[in-house]
DNA sequence: GAAAATTGTGGGAAATTATGGGAAATTGAG
DNA sequence: CTCAATTTCCCATAATTTCCCACAATTTTC
């Protein structure tokens, strides 16, 4: 499994291309990997996988059946919306679709932040005001992280 | 077995043909391969699947005996009624026949989106409804998932 | 610090894909 | 058997995507 690292500002081009910055090209595995997955992330984001990662992912969902119960089928379907396959071409950019870029509010300025196999994409000022955080908050977060997290096991 | 990636915007014509994106097509097993099969999902939807793996689908049916209940029976009936062979045209359409169309309340604007082995069909609108959810419920089927899962094996 | 190499940015042309319409073929009813 | 209706097949155009080239900007090297 792929564990990309970094923050990196970049910008898209009036068609909607998104040019990946070389440092964070060379995290991907293979030269040979020029096919992505992007999809819709929970917050007004995107994520970007690597097609490996995204099969594993999605491996996952399609172990269970989906004669099971309606709501593992739509559970599945929340799960994978929005995806969409891009090619990295030979300059290194990809081409966000349009309903992408509206999800998630991407104009001109764009950052892509790694985020263990995924990498999300965010317009930049809703990214600088979801970082906006004070210490009481993070606090709070990282207490409630830490509840869950032992809950989940 | 195939596994298909992405969610695709598409248009049904007035003829009820449905062009099939060519980031889907290419994701056929074969060139050859030009004959699908439709059935009608359990959602107010369609699903496509490839001959072979629908094939594999009405093998698992038959497994089952129909000595076993009249349940299994009627669902096996019901289940397989629906279906119906389309082939792809030579710039990559297929007709669907109306019935199915009336079933899955399709006009114009519809979404393809893959499910594992599958292909679902799904009226735009309806579509976005059966996404739209809010975290109060997502984490409900997430833990639904969660379970469900462990339980089927 | 200047030159070279790499990387980022933009735009245009060519190829591919999508879409609509019409003609030919097939089917079914009378 | 004939006519109407539907279906299949094919072609033309519109739209999109891909590919390619040129230049700008940045980084690296000497």
Not at 6 to 29: A, H, M, T, V
Not at 92 to 99: A, D, F, H, T, Y
Request: with cysteine; net charge negative.
């Amino acid at each position: 499994m792929t564990a990309f690292i970094g923050e990196y500002n970049c910008k898209l081009d009036e068609k909607g291309r998104l040019s990946i910055p070389s440092k964070l090209r060379g995290q991907f595995p293979e030269a040979a990997c020029n096919i992505l997955i992007v999809n819709r992330g929970f917050e007004k984001c995107l994520v970007l996988y690597t097609k490996e990662d995204w099969l594993d992912e999605t491996a996952k969902l399609n172990a269970v059946d989906d004669f099971m119960s309606p709501d593992i089928r739509r559970f599945k379907r929340i799960f994978t919306n929005g995806a969409n396959l891009v090619q990295i071409d030979n300059v290194q950019r990809v081409l966000i679709p349009k309903k992408l870029l509206e999800y998630a509010g991407l104009k001109s300025e764009v950052v892509l932040v790694a985020n263990g196999n995924k990498i999300e994409i965010w317009d930049e000022d809703l990214y600088t005001s979801e970082l906006n955080v004070d210490s009481t908050e993070l606090s709070q977060l990282a207490q409630l992280f830490h509840k869950e997290r032992n809950q989940g096991k």
